[in-house]
């Protein structure tokens, strides 16, 4: 993984981990929950690219069988790049939800994102 990208989720899981949720949490038990907020973090970036996709990208996406192929990532960068304002997209949907998990102490499952033009 890109080491931007790498910092950009740990430094998310980092703020979640600083709330009051996580008070009671031994660092070890701290350590083992980054661990799942870095999958979950991860999996947001996804699911919040898919949200903002349009049908013919979709399809392009699932013609794909196996999205790890450096191919289907240079599509995925290629379509994130093509949605205007992704990164602000990206930072106000991982602001909310570190700021919930923070709260909370709790992950919650991925639901589909809101989409650009919503």
């Known amino acids: 993984m890109d080491p931007q990208i790498e910092k950009f989720l740990s430094d998310y899981a ?10 009671a949490f031994a660092p070890k ?14 999996d947001l970036i996804f699911d919040t690219l ?4 349009n049908e013919a990208q979709l399809k392009e996406l699932e013609a794909f069988p196996d999205l790890g192929t450096e191919e289907a990532q240079q599509k995925i960068a290629l379509f994130s790049a093509s949605i205007p304002g992704f990164i602000f ?5 991982f602001d909310k939800a570190a700021e919930e998990i923070g709260r909370t102490g709790k992950i919650p499952a991925p639901l589909s994102a809101p989409s650009q033009s919503s």
């Open 29 to 42: 038990e701290k350590e083992e929950f980054k661990v799942k907020l870095l999958d979950y973090f991860s």
């Open 14 to 23: 980092a703020k979640a981990l600083a709330g009051p949720g996580f008070i």
């Open 89 to 93: 997209i990206l930072q106000d949907r």
């Open 50 to 53: 898919l949200a903002n996709l």
